[in-house]
């Protein structure tokens, strides 16, 4: 009993295979023989497909996956500036001028500066203008006043009118931004941009030294857009300019440029043409705007250099309008993939499927002989003749 | 002969084009007038389209494509501090407490320290507690320890039981961190953030300085995410308490707070609607985690100033514990674009196919009349008799 | 008449509704009963259905969306190092090495140096080989060579026959790099990466001490890829091996080394799997290439401390030779999400159509029966003796 019920049941299992196998549907179709609707048909379904192929395919490449890359940036400056406040001669080199000083990708150029020397912990006067006073009461004695340079004695100094605080004294002034900059020198000063980058999903790396970019090359050229596009050394000058800056302006009270480096690669295409692109564009607000109240221009920030004098601390105060540099690295590449390739097809097959729908609308609902082709279209269930 | 040949090529290429065009297919189907079949089919597919208009294209926007920004940030702390340690009063404005001092997107507020004066090269015995020694046997002369301060010179000193180190003297004592910590008014600090993002697929460029937030607004603002969620300027008290850190923990110890400059932007609206949001979160490890051996606190880094003193090279060591912080910009912006709207209709389709097998197998396996189905949906080839 | 004219409407409304919920079309399907032809379709078929569920949804893991993170990184270093440089001793500490000193992503850790002390504002010959000069006629004083060190005075020194500049004099000789690079024993030097990894999208945040790297573990542990590939700690000896460059190389001229903290993670499964995975290699060109005007190694800059001595400012200046690490952390995150699930299926089913149009080809136009097949398979409008 068992073995032939168990014979019984393989052999219909096989059967079922063998069945499934060697057999195969296809949809029964009506071919519809009549000139309008074929070519309405025909004009959806070739628009259809000349989408899928030029679109997807062709222009927007839907048959490649895309990768951003991580990278990583290093620059160098070169260049000494040169200035001659009332007689007292000097020069800034890069050790002097750039902060931070280990080459970052995001770095200030010093191009103007208030410089207030010799302050030492004590009490003085605030800035006049800031913080008025007519009698002591005015200046509560042991606060901090956000905007202040120090802590209240709780005095208010006849001849300024201003709050006394213990600050480090003298407290600067900077009511006036020497004009013209001091440092215009840096117009002429260089950037070198060392920056790689790798596609971690296609396993591939380069920088920006690419094919004949070589230590020879880069040891006598000078990026220019049109005649050097791939020299990694820039003229800051260039780079204010390129920005659509002035820059005596951008110099006198600093600003922030960011230096986009375009990698956007085909990586189906020989490795070689996958080379960066520079562009230069202002941060915070466009030089063109007219909305000057966003602040489009204006970079400052405050740096100390501690010594001691006669045992006594004491420190340079450098207030420092600069331009500040971001080498922001843009990046996309694409290659082959069978994954977006397929989807692509399967939903452009999805999409011809509704090609098929509207054409029928037209066929079964809006032609005059539309209940022939609802006839030779549906067989129903309930009408016992059948055809 | 050739002519006519080539002729009669001709004619057939068009006709076959003629016919192409002429013609149109479309399936032949079986209209299955069956209660039960119908209403389970057409709610599945009522389904299908629910999903995909419901979810695909209005809850999860799928007509629209993605890009991630590049983005800028520039940041400006203001405030004083004031300390007091054994009479010796101090004020610590911005050039003193802010590492790095040019405004970068991840800075350190410093908020409590240990300084060590008057460091110099010399010889002397290594902290207690720290390579504890009980003769010279135990340290080695000449060599260096990962975790000690310098050098051992072979000698081990009586009075303090550690061995002696070339290194700069004296070594730092950072067994006792000051507590209360010494420069508790940084919670009154104020920070600034200038931010700017690109969204370089869709050519878009946003401030977080968006329309309304101009230079006379900032310079009487205070963020507050209820009352005033758009102005740039943040108490860092406010920030601390918004990670939910209690101010004193942080400052006495250091730790490390994220600022998200959120956006999240539909471009398919007016720009004005794309605006940053602001959140505040501890990074390595959550506050309200019990886990306390996760670290989830503690910051700080050692600085030096050097200066010359009696030609003798000497530095103030400073170990900082502060407050990082790291403003991360983190951006989504969604805009209209054919080629998903297309994939996700195709794909669509694709997805009613399914529904289609799925009502097939109901019908041609489920239900009673099974048989009669399948015979009013499928021809065989190999019966003779055709219907 | 117009109740009548409305309850008609109505009705044929009502109709219309349940004719479209009680009906059901499904294609009318040709079961050809051929060998070959159905063996082809079913390979055909299955193999589609072996890429949709094996390469897109198994290997490829279409039914999850993915999310890159955002990131923070805080890095410490320890251990000493010392140099003796003719008799003169000194120690470096994480202070005099590290820049900068407040724990960035990015940072260099100081292994060679050429020192130039006490430099201050004057006038002295440009180095030797710089700006060679024979009369005074080939210094045109005033000008600023971009290369130079100073700011020319129109005279040419005869000693060194190089053209006198105003600069910080005496100017740096770099001509020669200390070989043996003074800091070897950088090499001992560990670092600690603090890495805390958010993916918005999910809503997870993961730091790099995962489950069982606590502060116990922490302290003893020692970064191996093999051995203990989750420790934070990591020798810089290993790392440099590790990126396939010899320490003493590197130390000596300097180099840029990416670690890069992999987050590949697959948030289906337990997050306690979710685990960074560390890699190094260098930055800027690989140790491997032969290509070695490409500049594979070489990394400096210059850092200058600034004192006052007998009223004059001078300075300490550095240049830096050192191995900049930069930590980028790369990541992955994925998860099942109902959107790509469902248009992987749907699209898989358009590609079936692919298949079956394939098969159609392979019946109507390949077979010896083609004729037969195709009058099973089409039913035409014109022709009026319908089967």
Redesign the interface.
Known sequence: MWVSRCQKMKSQITNALSD????????????????R???V??LIQLGVLA?IIG??FIY?K?YQSTDTA?S?V?T?M?????TNVSGN???W????YV??????????VMTNYIITEGQK?GTCPELKGKHSCKSDSDCEGGT????????MTGVCVNSTKTCE????CPVEDDHVIPDPPLLM?AE???LFI?N?VTF?LFGV?R?N?VEGI???YISQCLHDPEKAPLCPIFRLGDIVKLSGFSFETIAKVGG?I?I?VDWTCNLDVDIKNCKPKYNFHG????PAETDK???SVG?N?????????D?T?????LK?FGI?F?I?V?SLARKFD??PT?????????????A?VV??LV?LYLLPKRE??KN???????TQT??
């Open positions: 499934f196998f060697f057999e195969y549907e296809t949809p029964r179709q009506v071919l519809v023989r009549n000139r609707v074929g070519v048909c025909r989408y679109w997807v927007e839907g991580v990583s290093f160098k070169k260049g000494v500036g040169y001669e000097r020069v080199d890069v050790a002097d902060f931070p000083p280990q080459g970052d990708s995001s770095f200030v912990m901090l006043k956000r905007t202040g340079h120090g802590q605080v213990l600050a480090w020198s002429n000063y260089t060392k790689s971690p790396t920088s030294l070589d230590a020879g922030a960011g986009v941060l915070y607000g466009n109240a966003r602040a970079y920030f405050r740096y100390a250099k501690h010594y001691m004098e045992k601390e004491k420190r340079t105060l420092v500040r971001d922001i843009q069978i994954i397929l989807t692509a097809i399967g939903s452009g097959v999805g999409i011809f499927g509704v098929t054409c029928d066929l022939f082709y030779m279209k549906f067989k129903y269930t309930d059948q055809k």
